[in-house]
Each structure stands twice: as structure tokens, then as C-alpha cells.
């Protein structure tokens, strides 16, 4: 996997233009695509020298931009298609000076129609996690969890340890033009300070005081993470904007498998409170979003992140 996704970065590395060559081809006897999906569309332009690539790093500060051209290009050359009409766009948020990324639809889409693929080579899988640091993690890192009460959190935890470990690796990663692509701004109850907890009604306070009680609790024992740096070790804004991509972006799989998935592309609809799009994954853990209902031209594409509000 991490050969094919290394092809699909350094292609936008390393390319000036695109062409509609795939850059490898997407796995044929594990999966069955869905014929009214296409490629992602490539941007035709130039892009940041590989020299000056090789030497970036995720700039995780609420002010650092969003790379979403350089997302889509990746996505494109990594096997992750879409339907015609499909697209992402841009939309200020309030005033805070933040920009939301959301997928829509120009044209209209069939109920029980497919919309996104994303083979199971480009997900973040919290099971493959597990194996891939088995032994790295000190035994005593999952007993102070277990302990705490947060052992039900142990795939959310290593998914976070692979953001970590592919983040501190900057553009070397393959996982580079994903993870730039991410929000750094947040909202919620890990972002907030204690005094916001005392200007929010008593039950919003509580949640939020949940909120970041899980955070602190997952981002201990880091002494026992034998692959991390020190430096990233350390750095408490990237272990909160790790936590924030895997709690906000990850869902569990609904094919047995057990496992707890971030599917790039698939990942970029918005909450709804009566969806349109759902997530599927098949036994090869593939993912498809498929809608729902019929989706007239110009709607947006929404699913439900579990909340009914």
C-alpha cells in the first residue's frame, strides 16, 4: 500500500502536467467499481518543485491554508473516483475567516446510486494500524487507557498514532497531500479553553468537558511510543489536530470487519439531519458512498455522523 500511494504523490510531486495516464492501476480481483464512476478530474497546472516538497512539513496552525487542488490530484492518481457531477466546494466560515470543504452534485443523481469509490489502499484503517505497530507501543500505554476507561478507544488511538507517525514524516509521507488537505480549525469541545466552558450552557459544558477529558487521556503515555520523535511527541497542537481528524473523520466499517476507517474523498461530507449519501464498505473493506435518495442537480451532498440533531 504504501508503494501506491508513494506513485500517487510523487506523480503531483513531481509532475508540471497531468495527463489522463493512470499512475497505477487500482486493484482489479478485489474489487468490482462501479461503472458510472470516473477518475477524479486533474488540475492541469504547475505544481511546487519536489525539491521544495521533500522539505515541507504539515503546518497544523489554525492559519495555515487548506491544499485541496494538490488532495484531488492525489486522489485522482490513486485510484479514488467519482460520479459525474460530483465536486468539492469552498464556503467561508461565519467570520472566524475559515474555509468549510463539502461535496455537492451539478447534476441530478438516482437513489441507491454510487458517488465516491475509494479503494481500500487509500483508506486510513485503524486495524492495519494495530499491525503495524504491534510491538512499538509499550504494553503499559493500553493498560493506563484500559484503566482510564477509554479501552473501548484503543482503534481511534492508533489511527492517531499513524496520523502522527505520517504527519512528523512531512511531504515524505504518501499520505502528504491527504493529510495537508485537512482542517486545522475546530469548534468543539477538544479546541476549547476553560473559560469557554463557563460561558456555554451546563450541558454543552459537560459534553465538551468529555470531550477533551478523551483527548488528554489519549494523547498520555506518549514515553511508550517507541517510533515517534521527540519533537512530535511533544508537540501537543499536532496530537490535538490528530485527534480532531480521526474523531471528526473516522467511522466505524459495516462489513463485520470491526474495524474504524478514514476514507479520503468519502470523508468530505458534510452532517445532515436527513442525509442523502451513506457510506458502504465491501469484504475487501473498498468503500463506496452511495445515495440514498434521488439528489436533484445543485443539491448538496450530505450523510448522518450518528447524531440525530
Not at 513531481?14 to 488540475?43: G, K, Y
Not at 455537492?104 to 437513489?111: M, N
Not at 481500500?120 to 484500559?146: K, T, Y
Request: proline share 6%.
Amino acid at each position: 500500500m504504501k508503494h501506491m500511494l508513494r506513485i500517487a504523490a510523487a506523480a503531483i510531486c513531481c509532475s508540471s502536467e497531468f495527463t489522463t495516464t493512470w499512475a497505477f492501476a487500482p486493484p482489479t480481483t478485489t474489487s468490482i467499481r462501479p461503472a458510472n464512476l470516473v477518475p477524479r478530474p486533474r488540475h492541469r497546472r504547475r505544481t511546487t518543485s519536489s525539491s521544495s516538497l521533500r522539505n515541507a512539513a504539515i503546518d497544523v496552525s489554525e492559519s495555515a491554508p487548506r491544499d485541496v487542488p494538490s488532495f484531488e490530484e492525489w486522489a485522482s492518481y490513486g485510484g479514488i473516483q467519482s460520479a459525474e457531477g460530483f465536486r468539492l466546494v469552498s464556503e467561508l466560515i461565519d467570520e472566524t475567516g475559515y474555509w468549510d470543504v463539502s461535496a455537492d452534485t451539478t447534476e441530478f443523481v438516482p437513489a441507491s446510486s454510487p458517488v465516491v469509490y475509494v479503494p481500500s489502499e487509500m483508506i486510513l484503517s485503524a486495524n492495519a494500524a494495530m499491525q503495524e505497530f504491534a510491538g512499538q507501543v509499550d504494553s503499559d500505554v493500553e493498560e493506563l487507557l484500559r484503566a482510564n476507561g477509554y479501552g473501548s478507544e484503543l482503534r481511534q488511538y492508533y489511527l492517531m498514532l499513524k496520523i502522527l507517525s505520517e504527519a512528523e514524516k512531512g511531504a515524505e509521507s504518501p499520505w502528504f497531500p491527504y493529510l495537508n488537505s485537512l482542517p486545522r480549525y475546530y469548534s468543539n469541545g477538544a479546541s476549547m479553553t476553560i473559560f469557554c466552558y463557563s460561558v456555554v450552557p451546563p450541558l454543552v459544558s459537560r459534553l465538551c468537558k468529555d470531550e477533551r477529558a478523551r483527548l488528554k487521556n489519549l494523547s498520555m503515555g506518549k514515553r511508550g511510543i517507541n517510533f515517534l520523535s521527540n519533537d512530535t511527541k511533544g508537540n501537543e497542537e499536532l496530537w490535538r489536530w490528530a485527534y480532531q481528524a480521526v474523531y471528526t473523520r473516522g467511522f466505524e466499517t459495516n462489513n463485520g470487519s470491526g474495524d474504524y476507517c478514514i476514507a479520503p474523498m468519502a470523508d468530505m461530507f458534510n452532517h445532515a439531519t436527513e442525509p442523502n449519501v451513506e457510506l458502504v464498505y465491501d469484504e475487501y473493506g473498498n468503500c463506496y458512498a452511495q445515495t440514498t435518495q434521488d439528489v436533484p442537480a445543485g443539491s448538496a451532498l450530505c450523510m448522518s455522523y450518528g447524531d440525530p440533531t
